[in-house]
């Protein structure tokens, strides 16, 4: 019994270590005096998801951090089912920063350093795929909170061709975005992409939150669009989506990549990125527990799986 238990603590300890083998940190650029990195994080066996996923912390650009135990475990999770996730640090905009009544110009230099520093990231992986051995093909963005901002602005920036993107290939599109409470700024009113059509996108968002508006804040053409005003554009503009409302929830959604919602993340990646199907699901939950829809149903018959109740 006992050399039965000293094997299985050795196994143990093995996988540990095969698992921190797996794990490499990279620097990708410095930026006002400060050196980003990123760790890569990948599966222990060759699956066919082709797939590289970047993770982007949260904490209002004012906290955070790429290696926090819930990014680790969220990275460990999807290495099981054989995707490479990169981590990332970002420049932290508001840390520090006194924020008056109206921190309209403050937030929006954050989102934009954010996004400038994500995507000198993409560029970092592009140039050195190969020689990192992971795959670039498709890169999928994945934020909560600030980072779902983040993920949201970067794809809109480059379906746009803004400076902010002209770092990257010409060519270069995501191929998937999945957002945990995030919202696009604009200075040009209602959000349109003009240049291509957005990422296939994973939006999660609960209806009362307000610390990133499920809905949106407006002044002028200044504004702050959530989930619920995106996702009705995705709709009429026949963009690919799947959107999870969570009635009655606030801004705890922004955690949930890291919960019950593992089984919808891997169904939007494997159907919606990979498989590139057309696909939009508008899904209501009065309950965040209530979160293991059957998947059983096919890809043309989810297009109207659950209406907006109101």
């Not at 954050?110 to 140039?127: G, K, N, P, R, T």
């Not at 999945?178 to 209806?207: Q, V």
């Not at 619920?228 to 026949?238: M, T």
Request: hydrophobic share 40%.
């Amino acid at each position: 019994m006992i050399k039965k238990i000293i094997l299985l603590l050795c196994l143990v300890a093995f996988c540990k270590l095969a698992d921190a083998q797996n794990v490499t940190t990279h620097k990708f650029v410095e930026r006002d005096s400060l050196s980003l990195f990123l760790d890569i994080y990948r599966p222990s066996t060759t699956h066919d998801q082709q797939c590289c996923i970047i993770h982007i912390f949260g904490g209002g650009f004012m906290s955070g951090q790429r290696n926090t135990p819930e990014a680790v475990a969220y990275a460990q999770q999807l290495n099981k089912e054989g995707f490479t996730v990169v981590t990332i640090d970002y420049r932290l905009g508001l840390k520090g920063v006194k924020i008056g009544n109206l921190p309209i110009r403050p937030l929006e230099k954050s989102i934009q350093i954010a996004v400038e520093d994500l995507m000198a990231a993409v560029h970092f992986l592009l140039e050195n795929g190969t020689s990192l051995q992971i795959p670039t093909q498709k890169i999928v963005l994945s934020g909560s909170s600030a980072g779902a901002i983040v993920a949201l602005q970067a794809d809109y920036e480059l379906c746009n061709r803004t400076s902010l993107a002209s770092v990257l290939p010409a060519d270069f599109l995501f191929s998937g975005v999945m957002s945990f409470s995030g919202a696009i700024f604009s200075r040009h009113g209602k959000i349109k992409y003009k240049e291509h059509r957005p990422a296939p996108t994973l939006f999660l968002h609960g209806t009362n939150d307000r610390l990133v508006n499920y809905k949106q804040t407006r002044f002028f053409n200044i504004g702050f669009f959530g989930t619920y005003p995106l996702s009705k554009q995705f709709k009429k503009a026949d963009y690919p989506f799947y959107a999870i409302h969570y009635q009655e929830c606030n801004h705890e959604v922004a955690g949930f990549f890291n919960t019950d919602s593992v089984p919808q993340i891997l169904w939007f990646l494997h159907h919606l990125v990979l498989q590139q199907e057309f696909v939009q699901i508008n899904e209501y939950h009065f309950d965040p527990s209530l979160i293991n829809p059957s998947f059983d149903i096919k890809p043309n018959e989810m297009n109207s799986f659950i209406e907006d109740p109101k």
